[in-house]
């Protein structure tokens, strides 16, 4: 199989803060990563595809310098809400590519920031 | 560019009744099309995928979709409906030349009543 790990599965934390969610793929190496936000009864939006060992592509609007992305190894990348506010409260999806055709997802972060 | 049109945000079907999910695209080059099941604070699981082989594809809990180049769609069906089916379920597209990053549908919530 493919398995895909988040950590933790759920977060509150105060304005202000950084929050870090890891993204793990358990049993298989994958350069690539990719990053979603999903707000309540919407579809996924992508926010960057992170790149083991290089630095991640943001999609447009998305801001580097909030949402930080570090894929340090082929079974890891993280995620870091820098500053976090209110609004960046949402659903939080990884995705790992194993080959050409498919991405397995990891099974989401509940982020709440008061 | 590339972009997916589920048609039809609520489908509500009896158990025992067929499922057809609507899923339209539109994609600059051939198209890789899938369809995840997203169950409430979960992540995503692929259902099935299309990747230029056979038109009809199978895939897992009894769900099929056929690929219509000359419609341009990629709609899922299930000849009989059961009550773990309900969930929410998305399309997606992806380029073959950067596959792995989709763009999804908005999703269709479907409803199964007893």
């Known amino acids: 199989g493919a398995v895909v790990s988040q950590h933790p599965s759920w977060v509150i934390c105060k304005s202000g803060t950084s929050v870090k969610i890891e993204c793990r793929s358990l049993?298989?190496?994958?350069?690539?990563m990719f990053w979603y936000r999903q707000f309540p009864k919407q579809s996924l939006m992508l926010m960057a595809t992170?790149?083991?060992?290089?630095?991640?592509?943001?999609e447009q609007g998305v801001e580097k310098d909030k949402f930080l992305i570090n894929h340090a190894s082929l079974t890891l990348s993280t995620l870091t809400v820098t500053s976090a506010h209110p609004e960046d409260s949402s659903f939080y999806i990884c995705?790992?590519?194993?080959?050409?055709?498919?991405?397995?997802f990891g099974p989401g972060t509940r982020l709440t920031v008061t | 560019a590339q972009s997916v049109t589920q048609l039809g945000s609520h489908v509500s079907v009896s158990e025992g009744a067929l499922v057809l999910l609507r899923c339209n695209y539109s994609?600059?080059?051939?198209?890789?099309l899938f369809w995840y099941v997203q169950y409430p604070n979960q992540g995503l699981q692929l259902l099935l995928k299309?990747?230029?082989?056979?038109?009809l594809v199978k895939g897992i809990n009894g769900f099929e979709a056929e690929f219509k180049k000359s419609e341009t769609s990629f709609h899922l069906t299930k000849p009989s409906a059961h009550m773990r089916d309900a969930a929410e379920y998305f399309c997606?597209?992806?380029?073959?030349?950067?596959?792995?990053?989709?763009?999804f549908g908005d999703g269709t919530t479907l409803t199964v009543k007893p």
């Open positions: 049993d298989f190496q994958a350069t690539t």
């Open positions: 994609s600059s080059v051939p198209p890789y």
């Open positions: 995705s790992a590519r194993k080959d050409r055709y498919e991405q397995y």
């Open positions: 992170s790149n083991e060992g290089s630095k991640a592509t943001y």
């Open positions: 997606a597209v992806s380029e073959g030349t950067n596959a792995g990053k989709s763009t």
């Open positions: 299309y990747t230029s082989a056979a038109t």
